[in-house]
Nanobody, 115 residues
Framework: QVQLVESGGGLVQAGGSLRLTCAASGTMPSIFTVGWSRQAPGKQRELVASITGGGSTNSADSVKGRFTISRDNAKNTVHLQMNSLKPEDTAVYYC?????????WGQGTQVTVSS
């Protein structure tokens, strides 16, 4: 069983940066794909970025060039570096991990970007 805990969210002005961290309790197999998705009020949850066990990354067009995902298998952590934040990035950000559905999910961390 893998439990995921997100941290690093908060309130930031537009143009600012935040670094989200997802920490896994227990061993997170290195083959797991891990990633971040987000859900804004009144909107569907959407993929933000993911990274496979082999290190291949994928990200939404809306965050390309601004967000970077990385993982540290030795520390069982995944990071999302978010730069040049925009008000439309405001959402609850969720970490997920696994080899495919069903995924393990964290509880989420709120990111609010003020204009």
């Amino acid at each position: 069983q893998v439990q995921l805990v997100e941290s690093g969210g908060g309130l930031v002005q537009a143009g600012g940066s935040l670094r989200l961290t997802c920490a896994a309790s227990g061993t997170m197999p290195s083959i797991f794909t891990v990633g971040w998705s987000r859900q804004a009020p009144g909107k569907q949850r959407e993929l933000v970025a993911s990274i496979t066990g082999g290190g291949s990354t994928n990200s939404a067009d809306s965050v390309k060039g601004r967000f970077t995902i990385s993982r540290d298998n030795a520390k069982n952590t995944v990071h999302l570096q978010m730069n040049s934040l925009k008000p439309e990035d405001t959402a609850v950000y969720y970490c997920y991990a696994g080899v495919g559905p069903p995924w393990y999910w964290g509880q989420g961390t709120q990111v609010t970007v003020s204009s």
